[in-house]
């Protein structure tokens, strides 16, 4: 069924799924294996400590479940909350849009606050909920890390200051679905209650694990929420746990053997150099918009994100045929704009396992699409301008020094 | 990982995850996609369509959801059906016992019916239930077709034949998770209006696609069922169907490819072949079984099961002892027996990607360790009965002749 | 032993061994098999069938024997020629040396021809040694197509013209190592005697088959060619052939699947066009390399070669330096310069599995490191050269249009 | 191209290629590397050193040498003899026939001790051919450890004592390919001088690599054998070894991360553990060809080998039949018999990658097929008797325990 083959290889720089280390590829290349017998639970013993540092969290209780980022928000929110609690939810863009539509479909009382596309969290906005909310209704605030849709990053550390400045006990429920592993994300230190990624996100692996980190009080919460659930209850997974065979149902053996691999790699490069190179990736790809002369969808610095970018398309210029040429042309898989930016904008997602180069070679050929579809753009200046950048930054690869 | 090396292949013979094709493995060692290139949608479109193959419907409508059989269950459950409504449910091992563990915990009105452990679902009481339902309270039966801790195989004609007797239109809800592929299913045939299977089984994949096939009954019925649902809601996938896009989140790449290359087999061997296949594997076990004077933990032949047998052993002997020595001495991976049989079966899956001479080596296995735990069997016995079977039932491989 | 491990691919441009496509990564993913089973013969056949296409010719003989380059350099003359022959070789380069020096040792008569490296075979001294030549005492024209050290590349086709015009009856051996199936290359049509290539070059594979195919003429030279010779020795290939098990040893299998894998995929891209694609991969090489201001190591254009281009640094910089950096920074594996041009140049291999926004970010990589090492190149001036070029020439992907 | 797929996994039995660990297959699934980069030295010196540790010598020097047992055979020979020299060989099989076929196109004076076919080298005629070269014009013993055709293991530890008690400077030549690293060999103590393997064989590699590992004293043989050699010469790979580069001409990058993985099995298994499973491996196969009734090849219990047995079957039977149906209808690879004994054996090779259970699967198919061709066998007769030797000796896994 590769019947789209081009030759040489694909350019992946959609936000997800990302480009899976070869390392990784090879781990999960294997047959089934009984996961009763006593291997599998070893194994699983070290994925769940060590995904407690990605997280950084020591006290969190994570969750590895076979589902998607959809899935994940099901559980966060099912196993902590009961139908018609208020809760405060942002939409900044149609990832945070579409989790405020399960959070109404699942019959919560959503107090949703709108931003324009482009702009972060409007935190002046909780801010004033939460002083205005002396009796605690508010039981959650739930907030996507990182708007995968825009490129815009909101800031965690903020809304835990608000929340202890009131002494308000609400939850804090995060999607950290393209941020976690590629930005800075503190779980224990933000005082996050209950954190999400998925797989195929900055962790590199294939599409089929939601992490969920549960935090003391989230675990507590799920003792008395009423939501009802039982796939993503977590009573089952803690059950499993206190056994010690820790699956409540069949997981993928080829996901944990590669999430064994992903894990081993993330903590040979080190989180924090993981977490700088996504800085340098991000930083290089808005010095090359701004040199092409176009704008980033973000609107504001303390918003740019470091995983995902999205350039604003002059309006004579259709984002969507941008994309449409980069596959076709030049075996380059860019994100498109979505809903209310749709068109507007085209996205280049810069995630998980990439280096500079693979990044320079889709810049030049973002600049050839620019060039193509009618854009005045001189070629090599994108690049030009994010080399300039780069060749300061880039350090030695520590395994070769 | 892979800290319990074995020398040689570990033969694995629990009734799930099964061994996985090595072409499957190939098809998915592979990298992250675009799933909103051209690219997925195109294959997803012949995926759909040849999965109905394998559930023998023609009016069904597929859906296949990042999640495990647990997960189909709930989807099977939420999408057709409302808090509070009665359905009829069988007990007759572990698996149907969880399935209705989760259809209370979702609040439905369970009307269980339950069987001793090794005998199928009673019909009968069905019968009288049905009967006595002039008003059709009764809004779904919900039954396992082979239900895989005891072995024991339903027959699901007979329910069709039931409720078109009584002209009761109640839904048939069917877990196919140990059947499908693997054993007789006419999904049209016997007006099933939703069924499930997992990646796992007899589709010979890795965990990670909940196959679920709902009737146009069914679908109607998902318009007006009032539980609520998310991640499982089939309306979303209409809603991708529709627009020839086909996911509302991230499928898996590799499972889908992997899909792919396992309905490619699936055709090439030809799915009657394959049913035969489990036959001879099945009356093969269970010869060997007759010859070490083992009985069958299934009661009757009518419920005999061709992917999963379960070994009652002498009561001085502990089943879970059998399954450890398996492994720690043999590289042999046989399933213990769950719950109410625990101790005192074991049990062998003999199903998916799987041949004579396969089984024979742990028919040859089980012999020895049934001698190390002190159990008198004559070292041979049970291959020579199995071998005088197969020597006259295996036929010639069709693409070798 | 993945102990250089670098954030996200290495980008691979030695030229060779080069990048192996995914797809026959995976086709090669495979156990052992009997190879004297029906299945492997019939693969074979195929396989020798579609190498005929590759080198242009159907009347040759193709031998996949199991080794490298030199061991089919070593094939080719222990199966034509016999001790003491007089043969015409050129040295233009390090390899074209070291078959100089195999041929010595190997106790033939070398009539050396050397060039300045950096210049094609001469071609006039040819002339002469073929007009003073009236009674035939040479026996072979040995020559390198592709000079993989300077990237020079020789015009085979003058070469025939010559033989042609003196109606000399030497055999014309040619070394198609960095030159069949990425250069133009016609052995039918410029009657070639024996072409080599090996499987890690332009074929896309790992390092293991070292291709050998001979002309009627070079077959039946072989009958009479007196060096010494079992494991190269033609005869024993054409026994089995005969025999149609096709193998007087063992394959390796996994090969044989990959190149079948390699040469789906060469025919679904077209011959031509693959051609095509390496002059633009060439030509947009040598404009940044104009636009660096540096010095190609091809003297003339006439000798451009599409599969390597090998960079002058001024004299105040170590090639070596270059590579070393390449590797250690930015996981970009460049060419040394070897022997005479040690130091003086480092190379860019630009053949295989590769396409153009893979090279931009290759030059994109050669560009920081030239400013690494003291070189005042302009960022960005060589992608914009070569983007200039590419963005006109790049054809849609056909099989997406 | 597999398009004689068979349900289940092949049975591989033949004496070479071997089933490889998924591992193994995993570690050689990947792209190509450059490998003058500083991580492929590194590599190749681990494995040097360890290779030795296989070959039991701690003075000897390995080749690894991009080519088959064909090829590694006219390494040892061109690298310490000259056209002309007197060897001693043996044939004792369709191996050792080729050999010395090898031993005779390159020109030496072959002194061939034949045996009959089943028998063991005739170190009698060896003694009396030593004792009356006081002279010594015997330059060197050529011996194959294992003869693959008829199962016959010579003894190398009295060809030694011989070479010794006449004080005989004879180079000792050994084909090791169907025996190293699964039967005990041991290079320094038995004052082996040149040894081979193949990477197909108990390495459990794909076919690529001819081990050949020479003693101080054939390294100074080398210095002065005047045979013709370049592919082969050992010089340059020593000229290499000196320089820390290793490599003469390209590896195969995929083979060399495959042999660490292969050596790191072994390892963890521990060689002595490997030739003890060999030694149950081959005595159950003779147990089993006993209570069928049938004969070995191998006359005498000194020569019984431990990784291939011949199988004499009864005139009216023909063994190439049973190696036809073992494939087209059991998915079972047996060997065929082969020359002399062509259709009066058939062979199951039982080395490599291979437990217990694999053994009896297969052992079970052969019942069967001995059955479809008329021979009265008893169904279970074989298994039975190597089951009631094997359920006696197999121990536990030790990484199980």
Same mark, same amino acid.
């Given at each position: 069924?590769?019947?789209?083959?081009?030759?040489?290889?694909?350019?992946?720089?959609?936000?997800?799924?990302?480009?899976?280390?070869?390392?990784?590829?090879?781990?999960?290349?294997?047959?089934?294996?009984?996961?009763?017998?006593?291997?599998?639970?070893?194994?699983?013993?070290?994925?769940?400590?060590?995904?407690?540092?990605?997280?950084?969290?020591?006290?969190?209780?994570?969750?590895?479940?076979?589902?998607?980022?959809?899935?994940?928000?099901?559980?966060?929110?099912?196993?902590?909350?009961?139908?018609?609690?208020?809760?405060?939810?942002?939409?900044?863009?149609?990832?945070?849009?579409?989790?405020?539509?399960?959070?109404?479909?699942? !019959?919560?009382?959503?107090?949703?606050?709108?931003?324009?596309?482009?702009?972060?969290?409007?935190?002046?906005?909780?801010?004033?909920?939460?002083?205005?909310?002396?009796?605690?209704?508010?039981?959650?605030?739930?907030?996507?890390?990182?708007?995968?849709?825009?490129?815009?990053?909101?800031?965690?550390?903020?809304?835990?200051?608000?929340?202890?400045?009131?002494?308000?006990?609400?939850?804090?429920?995060?999607?950290?679905?393209?941020?976690?592993?590629?930005?800075?994300?503190?779980?224990?230190?933000?005082?996050?209650?209950?954190?999400?990624?998925?797989?195929?996100?900055?962790?590199?692996?294939?599409?089929?694990?939601?992490?969920?980190?549960?935090?003391?009080?989230?675990?507590?919460?799920?003792?008395?929420?009423?939501?009802?659930?039982?796939?993503?209850?977590?009573?089952?997974?803690?059950?499993?746990?206190?056994?010690?065979?820790?699956?409540?149902?069949?997981?993928?053996?080829?996901?944990?053997?590669?999430?064994?691999?992903?894990?081993?790699?993330?903590?040979?490069?080190?989180?924090?150099?993981?977490?700088?190179?996504?800085?340098?990736?991000?930083?290089?790809?808005?010095?090359?918009?701004?040199?092409?002369?176009? !704008?980033?969808?973000?609107?504001?610095?303390?918003?740019?994100?470091?995983?995902?970018?999205?350039?604003?398309?002059?309006?004579?210029?259709?984002?969507?045929?941008?994309?449409?040429?980069?596959?076709?042309?030049?075996?380059?898989?860019?994100?498109?704009?979505?809903?209310?930016?749709?068109?507007?904008?085209?996205?280049?997602?810069?995630?998980?396992?990439?280096?500079?180069?693979?990044?320079?070679?889709?810049?030049?050929?973002?600049?050839?699409?620019?060039?193509?579809?009618?854009?005045?753009?001189?070629?090599?200046?994108?690049?030009?301008?994010?080399?300039?950048?780069?060749?300061?930054?880039?350090?030695?690869?520590?395994?070769?020094?």
């Amino acid at each position: 069924m590769d019947y789209v083959n081009g030759p040489g290889r694909n350019h992946l720089f959609v936000p997800g799924p990302v480009n899976i280390p070869d390392q990784v590829i090879r781990a999960m290349s294997r047959n089934n294996e009984d996961y009763r017998s006593p291997a599998i639970p070893a194994l699983t013993k070290t994925l769940l400590e060590d995904v407690k540092k990605i997280f950084k969290t020591t006290t969190g209780t994570p969750f590895l479940i076979p589902t998607t980022g959809t899935g994940a928000w099901e559980s966060v929110l099912t196993n902590t909350l009961s139908p018609g609690d208020r809760i405060v939810s942002f939409v900044i863009g149609q990832f945070s849009l579409l989790w405020v539509d399960q959070q109404q479909r699942l !019959k919560f009382n959503v107090d949703v606050v709108e931003s324009e596309w482009g702009r972060g969290a409007d935190l002046d906005i909780l801010e004033s909920k939460l002083a205005s909310d002396s009796a605690h209704t508010i039981k959650a605030i739930c907030i996507v890390h990182n708007e995968t849709a825009t490129g815009v990053t909101n800031n965690l550390a903020k809304v835990r200051q608000l929340l202890d400045a009131y002494q308000h006990p609400a939850l804090l429920l995060v999607d950290g679905v393209s941020s976690i592993c590629a930005l800075d994300f503190r779980m224990d230190e933000w005082g996050v209650d209950v954190a999400i990624t998925g797989s195929q996100k900055a962790l590199s692996l294939p599409t089929g694990i939601g992490f969920v980190v549960a935090s003391p009080k989230a675990i507590e919460a799920s003792k008395s929420a009423k939501s009802l659930r039982v796939f993503f209850d977590w009573s089952d997974y803690l059950k499993f746990y206190k056994m010690g065979t820790y699956w409540p149902y069949t997981p993928s053996i080829q996901l944990l053997y590669g999430l064994r691999a992903a894990l081993d790699l993330i903590f040979e490069e080190g989180l924090e150099n993981i977490i700088a190179r996504h800085n340098r990736l991000g930083t290089a790809t808005r010095l090359a918009v701004e040199a092409w002369g176009l !704008k980033n969808c973000t609107q504001e610095e303390e918003w740019f994100s470091d995983t995902v970018t999205a350039v604003v398309v002059p309006p004579y210029i259709d984002g969507a045929e941008i994309v449409r040429r980069a596959w076709k042309r030049f075996n380059l898989s860019l994100g498109l704009g979505l809903n209310k930016v749709a068109g507007k904008v085209f996205r280049i997602g810069h995630l998980g396992n990439l280096n500079e180069l693979q990044l320079l070679g889709a810049l030049a050929g973002v600049e050839m699409i620019l060039k193509d579809v009618g854009y005045p753009v001189k070629l090599g200046s994108g690049v030009a301008a994010a080399s300039a950048y780069l060749q300061n930054n880039i350090p030695l690869i520590p395994s070769r020094i």
